[in-house]
């Protein structure tokens, strides 16, 4: 019978995780070698094998956990939503408050599912591809549900991607402690929102 894997294990390979994500972006995820990983956590490569067979299962892993988790945080706000009786605009609110905070601890992450889902073997990429995909559907569920007068089959596609490229691209210029903080630009994004889509704009 197979030992359990204990807590520390499970720690330890979201340490590594960290450190590879960063690696990745720092130097790209091609030229990144388990080497460079390695040392960047301190430890050798030949403990980096006890944790993962290679460098495209540290990536798998990376980007399967990390999409697991923005559909968790799609359930999240849905029940959200329910437990405070929220209307369907406040809910999309809460919503983009909710990813925009994952997004302000996990920017590098991020950037591997931007930039590196297509170094993956097909099976696998075909499965974050999938999730990447429920999530922009959850979205437009949101969004048609918050501003049912904008959205239509021809434009709700764009829209969706419109609302992602204001959040999806922050890890590029929005940093942690700076002038304006990831909560701030919530609001922003929120209140272009109701101003861009509000009552007052015509359906086209």
Same mark, same amino acid.
């Given at each position: 019978?197979?030992?359990?894997k204990?807590a520390?294990?499970?720690?330890?390979?979201e @340490?590594?995780?960290d450190?590879?994500a960063q690696?990745?972006a &720092?130097?790209?995820?091609?030229?990144?070698?388990?080497?460079?990983?390695?040392?960047?956590g301190? %430890?050798s490569?030949?403990?980096?094998?006890?944790?993962? *067979?290679?460098?495209?299962?540290?990536?798998?892993?990376?980007?399967d956990?990390?999409t697991?988790?923005?559909?968790?945080l799609i359930?999240e706000g849905?029940?959200a939503?329910q437990?405070h009786?929220l &209307?369907?605009? @406040?809910?999309?609110? *809460?919503l983009i408050r909710?990813?925009?905070r994952?997004y302000e601890?996990?920017a590098?992450r991020?950037v591997?599912?931007l930039? &590196?889902?297509?170094?993956?073997? *097909?099976t696998?990429?075909?499965?974050i591809? *999938?999730?990447?995909?429920?999530?922009?559907?959850?979205?437009?569920?949101?969004?048609k549900?918050a501003y049912p007068?904008r959205?239509?089959e021809q434009?709700q596609? @764009?829209v %969706?991607?419109m609302?992602?490229?204001?959040i999806?691209?922050?890890? %590029?210029?929005?940093?942690?402690?700076?002038s304006m903080s990831?909560?701030?630009?919530?609001d922003e994004?929120i209140?272009?929102? &109701?101003?861009?889509?509000?009552d007052?704009?015509?359906?086209p």
């Amino acid at each position: 019978m197979a030992r359990p894997k204990s807590a520390a294990h499970d720690l330890r390979r979201e @340490a590594i995780l960290d450190i590879a994500a960063q690696c990745f972006a &720092d130097s790209s995820y091609p030229a990144a070698s388990m080497n460079d990983i390695a040392q960047a956590g301190g %430890t050798s490569k030949a403990r980096l094998y006890h944790y993962y *067979e290679s460098k495209e299962a540290i990536l798998f892993d990376l980007l399967d956990r990390y999409t697991q988790r923005l559909l968790a945080l799609i359930g999240e706000g849905e029940a959200a939503a329910q437990r405070h009786n929220l &209307d369907d605009r @406040a809910a999309l609110h *809460e919503l983009i408050r909710r990813f925009l905070r994952e997004y302000e601890t996990s920017a590098t992450r991020h950037v591997a599912l931007l930039h &590196d889902t297509k170094f993956l073997g *097909e099976t696998q990429r075909l499965l974050i591809v *999938e999730r990447q995909r429920n999530v922009v559907a959850a979205f437009t569920r949101f969004i048609k549900r918050a501003y049912p007068h904008r959205l239509n089959e021809q434009n709700q596609t @764009a829209v %969706t991607m419109m609302v992602f490229g204001m959040i999806n691209w922050t890890f %590029t210029w929005l940093r942690p402690g700076g002038s304006m903080s990831y909560a701030a630009f919530a609001d922003e994004v929120i209140r272009t929102l &109701d101003s861009g889509f509000g009552d007052s704009v015509s359906a086209p």
